[in-house]
């Protein structure tokens, strides 16, 4: 994919801070601790070291300055933003990142819990999940983009009637703003290109090792194999990841619990279902309480993001005569995993699509009588 089609322009939805230049970052709020890992992953992006800079405090100058940021409470900062021993209070102060990662410019920051969570090993070469972010944020640098990765504490504010918050959900989750959207979408797809490109360095791990040895029981394996065990392994690590980021974000507003924390019921029907009792929370929660959206018309949760890139690497795998066999190197756990964090993305995106059908056609939320007859 030519970068140079990477063509987006920030809506009017956007989040007023992707406009607001970006707070200097004192030296003590930089996490150094993991350098090594992200410089060797930047490297596999931009392999020319001389054309990025990594957690320098000072102002880049015609190169991009990557920085990874110390999440912090508010309250709990000194006069200088460097954290104290004081806990704070729920929310993070202005300096952190809240929504994993923040492009301006040439200006990129990372939250270091994004960092922690991507990150499964630290054994390996290739860490699938922090090359994906590192090479999703690239791609808007290259493009000259302004963005941020996962978008998961833009707050909808409840007031007004029926017709008004109507009017703020269809804005917030159905307005067809394309042009964002689709640079999300090709920085992406840019991410899983650079992935793809060094997954013959990825190294099998131990425990896939030993299973290949009962598995193959003396079957020579030939590069075709090689190549889909490192696309599955790179699959595995997408999707651990995606439950660890989600383990990492705040937690859910009580309105949002019964629809997103858990469901029962998972897939694209029980998303479906599901959208009329959202709507009818939403129109019965009291005026002027605050939700954290759990996803935008703009940028995908984060588990949804990282769920559709593993569906993309699976795919990516080629068919091989030997298919039982890799099929056989997935525990049983894994398969729960991985069949959660698929099952959970089309759940959300059924729901927030038949939320968006059912606001097309009407011009209210359901009135209260509509809700009490709703199961």
């Known amino acids: 994919?030519?970068?140079?089609?990477?063509?987006?322009?920030?809506?009017?939805?956007?989040?007023?801070?992707?406009?607001?230049?970006?707070?200097?970052?004192?030296?003590?709020?930089?996490?150094?601790?993991?350098?090594?890992?992200?410089?060797?992953?930047?490297?596999?992006?931009?392999?020319?070291?001389?054309?990025?800079?990594?957690?320098?405090p000072g102002v880049p100058r015609g190169r991009p300055l990557w920085q990874i940021v110390r999440s912090a409470k508010a309250g709990g900062v000194d006069a200088n933003r460097c954290r104290t021993a004081v806990l704070g209070g729920v929310s993070f102060d202005a300096l952190s990142v809240r929504s994993g990662c923040v492009v301006r410019g040439q200006?990129?920051?990372?939250?270091?819990?994004?960092?922690?969570?991507?990150?499964?090993?630290?054994?390996?070469?290739?860490?699938?999940?922090?090359?994906?972010?590192?090479?999703?944020?690239?791609?808007?640098?290259?493009?000259?983009?302004?963005?941020?990765?996962?978008?998961?504490?833009?707050s909808l504010r409840l007031t007004g009637d029926r017709r008004a918050r109507h009017s703020v959900l269809r804005e917030h989750f159905c307005r067809p703003h394309a042009g964002t959207l689709?640079?999300?979408?090709?920085?992406?797809?840019?991410?899983?290109?650079?992935?793809?490109?060094?997954?013959?360095?990825?190294?099998i791990p131990q425990d896939i090792e030993a299973r290949l040895t009962v598995v193959l029981q003396g079957t020579q394996l030939d590069a075709g194999m090689v190549r889909a065990i490192r696309l599955r392994t790179a699959a595995r690590q997408l999707i651990r990841a995606a439950n660890a980021v989600t383990l990492a974000e705040p937690p859910l507003a009580p309105l949002l619990k019964p629809f997103l924390a858990e469901p029962?019921?998972?897939?694209?029907?029980?998303?479906?279902?599901?959208?009329?009792?959202?709507?009818?929370?939403v129109a019965e929660a009291p005026s002027g309480i605050e939700i954290p959206a759990f996803t935008r018309s703009t940028h995908p949760q984060a588990a949804v993001r990282l769920a559709r890139a593993y569906k993309a690497i699976m795919a990516a795998t080629p068919d091989h005569p030997l298919e039982g066999s890799l099929n056989a190197l997935d525990d049983h756990m894994f398969r729960?995993?991985?069949?959660?964090?698929?099952?959970?993305?089309?759940?959300?995106?059924?729901?927030?699509?038949?939320?968006?059908?059912v606001l097309a056609r009407t011009r209210a939320l359901p009135s209260r009588e509509e809700c009490s007859s709703h199961p």
């Open 1 to 56: 994919m030519a970068i140079a089609a990477l063509g987006a322009i920030c809506t009017t939805t956007c989040v007023a801070r992707l406009r607001a230049p970006l707070l200097p970052v004192p030296d003590c709020r930089l996490d150094r601790s993991r350098d090594q890992i992200v410089r060797q992953h930047l490297k596999l992006i931009e392999p020319d070291q001389t054309r990025w800079e990594l957690n320098n």
């Open 182 to 203: 689709e640079s999300e979408q090709q920085a992406d797809d840019f991410a899983l290109e650079s992935l793809i490109a060094v997954i013959d360095r990825l190294p």
């Open 107 to 154: 200006s990129i920051r990372c939250a270091d819990t994004l960092i922690d969570a991507v990150i499964q090993t630290e054994d390996h070469d290739i860490e699938p999940a922090l090359l994906f972010a590192l090479a999703h944020e690239h791609a808007h640098v290259l493009a000259e983009q302004k963005g941020e990765l996962f978008i998961q504490t833009a």
């Open 264 to 281: 029962p019921q998972t897939g694209r029907a029980a998303g479906v279902a599901a959208a009329s009792g959202f709507l009818c929370a």
């Open 336 to 357: 729960i995993e991985a069949a959660m964090a698929v099952n959970y993305a089309d759940y959300v995106d059924a729901l927030e699509a038949e939320m968006c059908r």
